[in-house]
């Protein structure tokens, strides 16, 4: 049977710089809001501590090594890299990425993810809404930025380690139906990509609205879907079930709460089993320490549960000739979804990945 790819998306905030000293604080990193997570209920499991890596800083060479080293061991093919480019001059933490290219390490696999949206500052409030205010707007620019964009990119591309499939760069976006004239944008880029030594970029549009998405993302010309279902227990429920819901999470000002066991039945369907479909592999989600207590979050996710998602997965792609396949995530600590050790579980679900991938042949 063929090896499954697993690609874990990877957040690099985790070192202060200039954006983030200005709108949060002087040495603001994601560790900032993990540190002051409280419990929102009782059994709620906050703060979520990091354990054998530490508070780290992404500006050292041997934490990002030692990122890898993990990874490799237990299973993870790779990192797919947020990328923040709002505008040609204006790039969001990607000081890690630069680094790592320019070190030449770790030796371990690459890719990138546009994760092209507007940065704001949001105040989450009791109506499972919130104020904000805009702090760096998403820009696509014209023609000559598209191919700005590319040539920016091509040294990435070309790195031995980039991810490539028959000779193509794999390139995510996060919001691909955001982008203006997005058809033109995949012709420029993969005719770039030939007159630089490749057969086309393989793009893969990210969504968690397939049913309502995939289509329009299809007819676009993406290579592959990456469908994340994080939020498909929500639109399951009867309307009665949402009206209690929304009463409970107004009246008693407490998050909406599901349990991992629950969630992890919405978590694949047969729609991944399709050939352009990437499913989503969630150890968890509780997005608490940056978003106050009116939020959506699962709990009681455990290593044994961990298990049974990743027994889903690899059962949608088993007899698949895309086994594509996507982590969320391997280090976002705000929002409770990591597969780096922590002080509880420490490296259980790594191991449990490691596990499933041999029991499975993949």
Known sequence: ????????????????????????GKGFTEWTNLAKARKLFPGHEQPK???ELGFY?????????????LAKKY???????????LNKNLHLMDRP???????????????LCWANHNWEAKDWNSYDSFKSKMLAVQEYGDES???????????????ARYIKEANCPLFSIYRPLDIPDFENFIKIWNSLAKENGFNGIRFIGYTEELKFQGSKIREKGVWNITSCRMNAIRHNHSQIKRYIGAGIHYLFKLPYIISYKKVLKELVSDDE???DVNPVIMPNWDPSPRRSSYVHLWTKSNPELFGKHLDMVFDVIKEKKNKLIFIKSWNEWGEGNYLEPDRKWQDAYLKMLKQKREEWNL
């Not at 090896?3 to 949060?24: G, S």
């Not at 800083?57 to 080293?69: N, P």
């Not at 930025?145 to 790195?159: N, Q, V």
């Open 273 to 275: 089993r399709q050939e």
């Open 1 to 24: 049977m063929e090896r499954a790819k697993i690609i874990a998306f990877y957040l690099p905030q985790y070192y202060p710089f200039k954006e983030n000293d200005e709108w949060w």
């Open 49 to 51: 501590l990091p354990g």
């Open 145 to 159: 930025d598209i191919r700005d964009y590319f040539f920016e990119l091509l040294p990435y591309f070309k790195d």
């Open 57 to 69: 800083d992404l500006r050292l060479e041997e934490t990002r090594i030692a990122q890898a080293e």
């Open 75 to 85: 299973g993870v093919d790779g990192f797919c890299y947020y990328y923040y480019r």
């Open 97 to 111: 990425l630069r680094e790592m290219f320019e070190c030449k390490k770790p030796d371990f696999p690459y890719m």
